[in-house]
Structures are given as C-alpha cells and as structure tokens.
C-alpha cells in the first residue's frame, strides 16, 4: 500500500514538475492596452501589444497577431477582421533580453455590438501559444438618415429626370397632333 | 457635317424618346439607391469615402459601357430589320459617315449618363480625397470605352446582320472584358491576372480609378493603361471601318 501511495506521489510530483516546467518555459508575455473601451460605429482606435522577453536569451521571429470575438447575446462569433484591421500579424525579428516590443494594432469598428480583442503570440521554441488578457470592447450604433445631404439628390433627381421625360412626351403629343 | 446629321437623328429617334428616356430614369433610381446604401448602411457606409467613389465610378462605366454596346448593336443590324437600313446607303452619306454619326449618339448617350451621375460622385465623394481628379478621369477613360465598346459592337452589327447575334456576341466581350471583376484578388496578382489585366481596356480603366482615387498615383503611373486604352480606341475604329466594308444589303 506504501509502495502504492509512493508511487502515485511520484506521479504526480513528476505531472506538477513537468507542468511547472511548460509554463516557466513561456519566455514571453504579452499585455493588451487599453483593457476596455466603448466607442461609436464608424470610430478608429488603436490596440498596442506588449511583448516582454523574461528569459535571459533573445527571442527571435515571434509572431504576434490580434484577435476578435462577438460575445453580443446570440450573435456569439470570431470576427473576420479583414474589414476591421489593416494589419492583424505582425512578425518580430527579435527581442533583446529582457527586452519589450510594442505592436500596434489600428481597427476600424464596423459593427455596433459587444466584442472581445486579446492579441496572441506563437514563439516557434514553445508548444503553447501566449495570449493576453480580453480588452472588452463595447460599440454603440449610430444611425445617420441624410449624411452628405444625400437624401435630396437621391430623391430629387430621379423626380427631376422624370419630369424632363414628361415634359419631352408632351411636347412630341403636341407636335404629332 | 454629314455624320452630325445622322447623329442628330439617331439622338432624336433613340435618345430623346419616352423608351429612351426610361434608361436615364433607371440609371438615376439605381445610383439614388447604391449612393443612399453607401452612406447610410451600416457597414457599406463605413467604406473609406475613396472607396466609395471608386465603386460608383466603375458602376457609371460598366452601365456606360453597357448601353454602348446596346446602340452598337442595333446601329446597322436592327435598321436591317427594321428595313430601314436600304434608305439609309441609298442617302448621299458613306457608310463611315453613317457608322461616324451613329458612334457619336452611342457617346451623346455616354455623355448624358455621366452628367446624370455627376451629382451623386460630388455627394459620395465629400470630403473625400481626388474627388475632381476622379471624375475627370472617369470623363475620359469613360469616353475612350464608349467609343471602344459601340464601336466594336457597331462592326459585329455590320458583319452578323443580326441585331440577336450581334448582341449575345457583344454580351459575351462585356461579360469577358469584366471578368477581372469575377477572379479573386489571389488569381488577379499571379502572373496570368496581371497580364489579363493589362491587356484589358476595362480592366484597365478600373485600375486606374483605383490607382487615382485610392492611392493618390499622378499621371505616370496611369500613363501605360491610358495608352493602351487609346491604342484599342484605334483598334476598335480600325474594326468598325473594315467591317463597313463588308456590309451590303
């Protein structure tokens, strides 16, 4: 029984060491700013990654991109960020020892609604990916009716053009009696 | 002097018809409706205010282009069927002075639907960057595809004699002419959609837009597409007129 109970210790002593191992074996971390923000439709706000190397070498050809998340009730989804981002990776040559690097991550707000970002890092020496703590974006829909004063040109000329080609049949009936 | 009456008539007779008149109202209901979805729909009017002009522009172009193909079409084969085309070689007119008059109306119509559209370009484009450089370049590329267009469908016209043929002939080049439109972003940067591209005078004609509005490129950028565009204005006047050759009653 002993030999049982000292056996299972072992085990486990050896699943926690190798565990305390991976993560230590994390050289990097990464922070998202700003944590939070609320913002209208239409607005361009600017996320900045921090990447710092705790570890005693340079850490080379990281790569490092950011991701969206609907979390808005029943709209639950990732988010293609074509329209939203110009750049969504960017790859690090290297971080000096103990050294930070700073990516910026500009983003137009498309859609009104409720959104997670968190930026991830994929270091090619480590088998788990780095992710930052969720930055909780909240967006409030704007609704513009007449932008442009579009609204007199898109009714008016139709109208206008009709007019002329009513003008045009008249005169012609004219003409032809 | 000659061809200015037979584009007077093609005007009066196509043009400034209550059937003609009906394209211009179509034209001006669908501009109203895609320039409202662009400043007032959610996501579409979110667009950069360049992209925005640069989807209109080539929207007017491919309806310009569109309608060109239409008149060229109907320009000797729908008179054949009309049994009118006889009247017309008998006139004391050539037959290039005939084809001539009939371009210029293609373009008079080309011409209308741009100043139709010029309200909606300055309303989508406020604000935004190369508005007039915009709307200047789109007059004349614009003008070069019209007359490409009606030009090329015109000889079809002449050679097939049938107005059906003509057309579905002439459907088929627009539908080819857009296809940089239908390929992906991915196959249109390999080296086959580059040259695709190039070789292509509405595809060229986009580009440019693109390179103008867009990315805010000078004139020696566009100087190689304008080229080719003017070299297939010369093509296309070249196959009308040898295609007026063959056309006899």
Redesign the interface.
């Known amino acids: 029984m002993k030999r049982a109970i000292v056996f299972l210790s072992l085990i486990i002593l050896a699943i926690a060491v190798n565990y305390t191992f991976a993560s230590a074996a994390s050289r990097v971390t990464v922070s998202i700013n700003p944590p939070s923000v609320q913002a209208n439709m239409g607005d361009k706000i600017t996320y900045t990654g921090t990447i710092t190397n705790h570890s005693d070498k340079a850490v080379d050809n990281v790569i490092a991109y950011i991701s969206l998340a609907n979390i808005t009730q029943g709209k639950e989804s990732p988010m293609d960020l074509e329209d939203w981002s110009a750049n969504k990776a960017i790859k690090v040559d290297a971080i000096p020892p103990h050294g930070t690097y700073e990516g910026k991550w500009p983003m137009r707000l498309i859609d009104s609604g409720s959104y997670v970002a968190y930026i991830m890092v994929v270091d090619k020496h480590d088998n788990t990916p780095v992710s930052s703590t969720m930055s909780h974006l909240e967006i409030q829909r704007v609704l513009r009716l007449n932008p442009n004063n579009v609204l007199p040109i898109a009714l008016g000329e139709p109208v206008l053009i009709g007019l002329v080609f009513l003008f045009i049949t008249i005169k012609r009936r004219k003409a032809d009696k | 002097m000659k061809s200015a009456y037979i584009m007077q008539k093609e005007i009066r007779e196509s043009i400034?018809?209550?059937k003609g008149?009906?394209w211009?109202?179509l034209t001006?209901?669908i501009?109203?409706?895609l320039?409202?979805l662009f400043?007032?729909n959610?996501?579409l009017?979110?667009l950069d205010q360049g992209q925005m002009l640069y989807l209109i522009m080539n929207f007017i172009t491919a309806l310009g282009v569109l309608i060109g193909l239409v008149f060229g079409a109907d320009a000797f084969a729908g008179e054949m069927e009309r049994g009118t085309l006889e009247a017309l070689l008998i006139s004391p007119l050539n037959k290039m002075e005939i084809a001539l008059g009939k371009l210029g109306a293609a373009v008079t119509n080309w011409g209308i639907i741009f100043v139709?559209s010029l309200?909606?370009l300055f309303?989508?484009g406020?604000?935004g960057q190369n508005v007039l450089i915009g709307i200047v370049y789109l007059a004349v590329l614009g003008t070069l595809l019209a007359v490409i267009f009606s030009a090329f469908s015109m000889g079809l016209s002449a050679r097939i004699k049938s107005m059906k043929n003509a057309l579905i002939t002439s459907f088929f080049l627009f539908l080819l002419a857009g296809s940089p439109i239908f390929l992906s972003t991915a196959i249109r940067g390999t080296w086959f959609g580059s040259i695709l591209d190039f070789i292509n005078p509405f595809a060229d004609a986009i580009n440019t837009f693109d390179s103008v509005v867009i990315d805010s490129q000078g004139f020696s950028y566009q100087a190689g597409r304008v080229a080719i565009i003017c070299g297939y204005t010369l093509l296309s006047l070249w196959f009308l007129k040898r295609s007026l050759s063959k056309l006899e009653m």
């Open positions: 400034l018809t209550p008149f009906i211009y109202i001006s209901i501009l109203s409706v320039s409202y400043l007032t959610s996501e009017s979110l139709i309200p909606y309303v989508v406020k604000g």
